[in-house]
């Protein structure tokens, strides 16, 4: 079972950054991949960013070229750089674990990301 810990949420204006990490403890197979969810008040969960085992990344059109996604293999850390954030940003950030392809998720408890105006 995997134990997946989020921190660096927090309160930024328009236009400010802020950086996520989720630390997995426990098993992480070589084939896992990472990613990050995020849900608005309101709104379904949706996808943020993913990056595979190999490094390859995805991102919704809604942030790309503002947030970037990375990975430490050595420590099974996940991390989400944010920047330019803007107001509609602000959601709860679940970070997750998928140990095979087409399997279930693992997620974090959860970190809250406010974008101020």
């Known amino acids: 079972q995997v134990q997946l810990v989020e921190s660096g949420g927090g309160l930024v204006q328009t236009g400010g950054s802020l950086r996520l990490s989720c630390a997995a403890s426990?098993?992480?197979?070589?084939?896992?991949?990472m990613g990050w969810y995020r849900q608005a008040p309101g709104k379904q969960r949706e996808l943020v960013a993913t990056?595979?085992?190999?490094?390859?990344?995805n991102y919704a059109d809604s942030v790309k070229g503002r947030f970037t996604i990375s990975r430490d293999n050595t420590t099974n850390t996940v991390f989400l750089q944010m920047n330019s954030l803007k107001p509609e940003d602000t959601a709860v950030y679940y970070c997750?674990?998928?140990?095979?392809?087409?399997?279930?998720?693992?997620w974090g408890q959860g970190t809250q990301v406010s974008v101020s105006s």
């Open positions: 997750y674990v998928r140990q095979v392809f087409g399997g279930p998720r693992s």
């Open positions: 426990g098993t992480v197979f070589s084939t896992a991949s």
């Open positions: 990056v595979t085992s190999g490094g390859a990344t």
